[in-house]
């Protein structure tokens, strides 16, 4: 490798570390339901007021797998808490959903707990999500050489 080329290549390695957020878009996996978790307790205070979800993000649910489970529908099936039949059902306890963008329905199928108002609608956008240093208003200083 030319000098030039060397050149050229360190700069490119000094950018993916100065600025790392360029080279891949951001995403979150959010627990539903904080140290609760998913379960009959924590209906409708599922996430914090405001939290903003992206196409790409994730939900962690954590539950009882005898008492609970996690079943993404469409709007029919969680209005009506009548999940198709066949439809995938998450049971093991710990179960990690992506999103997409739009609106994304998940329901407990288990013991009436759908009926019960153990379901949850959340609306993900498209784009992405600002990266931590735009979110906090950090700033990155170059070093004079």
């Not at 994304?104 to 288990?110: D, E, G, L, P």
């Not at 240093?133 to 200083?141: A, D, H």
Request: charged content about 25%; hydrophobic content about 35%; overall charge negative.
């Amino acid at each position: 490798m030319d000098k030039e080329g060397a050149i050229l290549f360190l700069t490119f390695l000094l950018a993916l570390t100065l600025y790392p957020e360029t080279t891949s878009a951001e995403t979150k996996s959010f627990l539903v339901g904080g140290l609760n978790g998913w379960t009959k307790e924590s209906n409708g205070n599922w996430f914090p007021t405001g939290t903003i979800f992206y196409a790409g993000d994730s939900l962690e649910f954590v539950y009882n797998q005898t008492d609970y489970n996690v079943v993404v529908v469409a709007k029919h099936a969680y209005e009506t808490c009548k999940a198709p039949e066949g439809v995938f059902e998450y049971n093991s306890g710990d179960d990690e959903v992506p999103i997409k963008k739009g609106e994304n329905y998940f329901i407990c199928t288990k013991r009436g707990c759908c009926e019960n108002n153990m379901k949850m609608m959340i609306v993900a956008a498209a784009g992405q999500r600002q990266t931590e240093r735009e979110e906090t208003g950090q700033e990155v200083k170059q070093q004079n050489t």
